[in-house]
């Protein structure tokens, strides 16, 4: 899932969260597949940000996946033999998975 700006929101994106007015209300509901209409009306009613599955848009100097696990398993390499830490370094690699939708 990625947030992104609702300007930058296209029609067949799918909302990953909940889009929420001002006054906490349901605006609509996560699962909803995006219409230019849609989106309109979001910008219209100043929803300035928007959560949606996948990773749809690419921000420049944004590490992949990939490249973010590969520096957890780097800054961890020298503290194998940490129980404590190895803990930490697998919460840190599930964590990062489960925001992205891995």
Do not use: N, W
């Not at 597949?33 to 928007?50: G, H, N, P, S």
């Amino acid at each position: 899932m990625q947030q992104i700006l609702t300007l930058q929101a296209k029609d067949g994106m799918t909302l990953a969260k909940d889009v929420m007015t001002s006054e906490g209300r349901v605006l609509c509901g996560k699962g909803t597949l995006l219409t230019a209409a849609l989106i309109e009306r979001f910008l219209k009613m100043d929803i300035v940000q928007v959560t949606v599955d996948g990773h749809p848009v690419s921000v420049p100097g944004e590490k992949s996946l990939q490249e973010e696990l590969l520096e957890i398993e780097e800054r961890f390499s020298e503290v194998k033999s940490v129980p404590p830490l190895m803990y930490l370094k697998k919460r840190l690699m599930k964590k990062l998975v489960d925001s992205q939708g891995g």
